[in-house]
């Protein structure tokens, strides 16, 4: 996009002292006459630039240009385990999210976005709107698969994303977490193994957990994501009846796989004939530039099985998710039915309410810069406080970080001592099937930064 060269040539010029740091750089109106394109333009590259950490925003005087971030070396690639195991041990993580309805604790482990950070007062407009215009409706069961005005918006949304889906092939569910298990239950059987990047979301582990499979670790790298090529001998070797995958922003690396590599993966996968639960809930959060296409968009055999929901970017509470379950359409009906019996109608009618009429692209263009500078702070106050020999996520959206401490480090005992003094974290050996990244944690970013925040991290600093 035309802002994001002008970004880049601005960094450029910074870069070589052209604009010193602590400077002004000139005045939007100026820039947009040197460089010959709009004030808005010139705006949104200042804009894109605050959100790289390389500018300042000071009001009523411009843009002044940033010391750079002290960037620290990124997570080594782990060597995990080439061979199929069951999971256990999950249930550690509710204790995780019970910490985050702590008052008196400051939620760095779990994921769940700072209500500061979520569209709060337009979801109550939509709710109000939908319980007064459709009181009667909102008293009733919402069936599988869903309330249509709903999955009509999602279907638009996947348009955007090029990716060829009706509403009638969407399937409205309780969560990304009910997507995923629904799409396993579809495609494997107890016993069977799935290969799953490493490290992953300890949900997902939680998953396949509950549904007695095994995981198959596939190395993660933290820049190019999931290894192509350890995923293609893993097919050679072993049965792997699925394979479950964030592609964009990945939770815990926040690593986004290029279009390339996308298709490569989904031609490997199609080669071997191995379905793809593809779980994009952190899609729509890129830092910068367009929103990236899901692999679901260059499917075209139904090998895709495509998972999302609201609960990082419109509301956790609402929990609604979606899934697309291809030709298993009423199979995934029914089990979305045996599960929970429907979801929520109001919540079902205020999503759709607020898609159609809440400004949800605009309140996108906000959050992803407050995600960005979210996880700027986060990485500038753990390269100053963690240890020397710390290394740290370079996320290309999302808002979580993942951090790798020094070997000697057990960060599930250090979790214990940490909710001691009022903080959370979630520690590595979660987001493995055989426990690995001991000397791990991931961070919540997306909180609203305060002296509590500050204390909090230097009082884990001290632990460490």
């Known amino acids: 996009m035309l802002y994001q060269d002008l970004a880049d040539r601005l960094q450029g010029l910074i870069k070589e002292q052209v604009y010193?740091?602590?400077?002004?750089?000139?005045?939007?109106?100026?820039?947009?006459?040197?460089?010959?394109?709009?004030?808005?333009?010139?705006?949104?590259?200042?804009?894109?630039?605050?959100?790289?950490?390389?500018?300042?925003?000071?009001?009523?005087s411009g843009f002044f240009v940033l010391q750079p971030p002290v960037l620290r070396e990124t997570p080594r690639l782990s060597l995990v385990s080439r061979t199929p195991r069951p999971?256990?041990?999950?249930?550690?993580?509710?204790?995780?999210?019970?910490?985050?309805?702590?008052?008196?604790?400051?939620?760095?482990?779990?994921?769940v976005p700072n209500p500061d950070l979520m569209p709060v007062a337009g979801i109550e407009r939509a709710y109000r709107t939908v319980l007064r215009e459709q009181r009667r409706r909102c008293v009733g069961y919402e069936f599988p698969p869903g309330a249509p005005e709903l999955r009509n918006q999602i279907a638009q949304r996947l348009a955007a994303c090029q990716c060829n889906i009706t509403a009638d092939q969407i399937l409205i569910t309780n969560s990304c977490h009910e997507s995923l298990s629904i799409a396993l239950k579809l495609i494997t059987k107890p016993g069977d193994t799935v290969a799953l990047e490493s490290p992953t979301y300890y949900g997902l582990l939680q998953v396949v957990e509950s549904l007695g499979l095994k995981a198959l670790e596939i190395p993660t790298d933290p820049v190019q994501g999931v290894s192509i090529e350890a995923l293609t001998q893993a097919l050679e070797r072993w049965t792997i009846s699925a394979c479950v995958l964030i592609p964009n922003f990945s939770n815990p690396l926040g690593v986004c796989l290029s279009d390339e590599r996308k298709q490569?993966?989904?031609?490997?996968?199609?080669?071997?004939?191995?379905?793809?639960?593809?779980?994009?809930?952190?899609?729509?959060?890129?830092?910068?530039?367009?929103?990236?296409?899901?692999?679901?968009?260059?499917?075209?055999?139904?090998?895709?099985?495509?998972?999302?929901?609201?609960?990082?970017?419109?509301s956790a509470g609402m929990r609604v998710g979606w899934l697309v379950p291809g030709k298993h359409n009423a199979r995934a009906?029914?089990?979305?039915?045996?599960?929970?019996?429907?979801?929520?109608?109001?919540?079902?009618?205020?999503?759709a309410h607020y898609l159609q009429h809440g400004r949800y692209e605009r309140f996108l263009k906000q959050v992803r810069g407050e995600h960005a500078r979210a996880v700027a702070r986060m990485t500038d106050r753990v390269t100053q406080l963690f240890p020397a020999q710390t290394r740290?996520?370079?996320?290309?959206?999302?808002?979580?970080?993942?951090?790798?401490?020094?070997?000697?480090?057990?960060?599930?005992a250090l979790m214990e001592r940490a909710l001691e003094v009022g903080v959370s974290f979630a520690p590595g050996s979660l987001f493995s099937a055989s426990g690995k990244y001991g000397n791990c944690l991931r961070l919540n970013c997306a909180v609203h930064w305060d002296a509590r925040v500050e204390r909090a991290l230097i009082a884990l600093a001290k632990l460490l």
């Open 20 to 60: 010193p740091i602590g400077s002004a750089l000139p005045g939007v109106r100026r820039l947009s006459e040197q460089h010959g394109v709009s004030v808005s333009t010139a705006v949104n590259a200042c804009q894109e630039l605050e959100r790289r950490g390389m500018l300042e925003a000071k009001p009523r």
């Open 87 to 111: 999971v256990t041990g999950q249930e550690r993580m509710l204790r995780l999210a019970q910490a985050a309805n702590n008052p008196n604790i400051v939620n760095l482990g779990a994921a």
């Open 264 to 314: 490569q993966l989904l031609a490997l996968l199609h080669k071997h004939n191995v379905p793809l639960v593809e779980d994009d809930i952190y899609g729509d959060l890129p830092f910068s530039g367009k929103r990236p296409r899901p692999i679901k968009s260059w499917d075209k055999d139904g090998l895709v099985y495509y998972c999302s929901s609201s609960s990082k970017t419109l």
């Open 333 to 351: 009906e029914a089990l979305q039915y045996m599960n929970t019996v429907a979801v929520g109608t109001p919540s079902q009618l205020a999503m």
């Open 392 to 412: 740290v996520s370079r996320p290309e959206g999302g808002f979580v970080l993942w951090v790798e401490l020094p070997e000697d480090i057990d960060t599930t």
